[in-house]
């Protein structure tokens, strides 16, 4: 079952009809808004979508609403507050992977003007040239986490089912999608 058929299901929890209906595939230009999309696709790893979901809110508070400044400067006591926060997933090398991708995007942000800027410069890349880059750029990414992302923020298609009324709105909105 596609995850439009699940969500479109009368049994579906409620966490993922919200997400699928106004988040996932929809166009994302905020780089704040960017980076907390990223940061969840990572702390996904290993864990179900569900658990992310369900804690989507607590990172947000967590990681001081994914302000990218502000991570990138989060001192050794933020790291261990994170470790210890129970409502969000508490993996050091995750921690690890928000505060220097978080740098990073600072970094990015001083070439290309934004983090959005930087995916738009890159955007006719295939698949595997997006995932050597992000893994070139970034820490704790591999081909799903960056597929995942690339979808979830609208630069790839196939977040939703052709059939999918949500298909359509996003469609409409987003000039971006293309088969790679």
């Not at 993922?16 to 929809?26: A, E, L, S, T």
Request: glycine share 4%; net charge positive.
């Amino acid at each position: 079952m596609s995850y439009c058929a699940y969500c479109l299901d009368s049994k579906a929890k409620q966490v993922h009809v919200d997400y699928h209906n106004n988040q996932y595939g929809f166009p994302v230009q905020d780089d704040n808004e960017l980076f907390g999309r990223l940061l969840l696709e990572i702390n996904q790893a290993g864990l179900s979508w569900e658990t992310v979901l369900n804690k989507q809110e607590n990172f947000r508070v967590a990681y001081d609403q994914f302000n990218i400044k502000r991570i990138a400067n989060y001192s050794e006591e933020d790291r261990a507050r994170l470790l210890s926060d129970p409502g969000i997933i508490r993996n050091k090398l995750k921690v690890n992977a928000a505060i220097h991708n978080a740098q990073q995007i600072l970094q990015l942000t001083r070439e290309y003007g934004s983090f959005s800027q930087w995916l738009d410069q890159h955007h006719t890349l295939s698949l595997a040239e997006w995932t050597k880059l992000f893994k070139k750029t970034f820490k704790f990414v591999g081909g799903k986490i960056v597929h995942e992302f690339l979808m979830s923020i609208g630069y790839l298609p196939g977040a939703h089912d052709k059939n999918c009324p949500i298909f359509a709105v996003i469609e409409k909105t987003n000039p971006k999608w293309k088969e790679i």
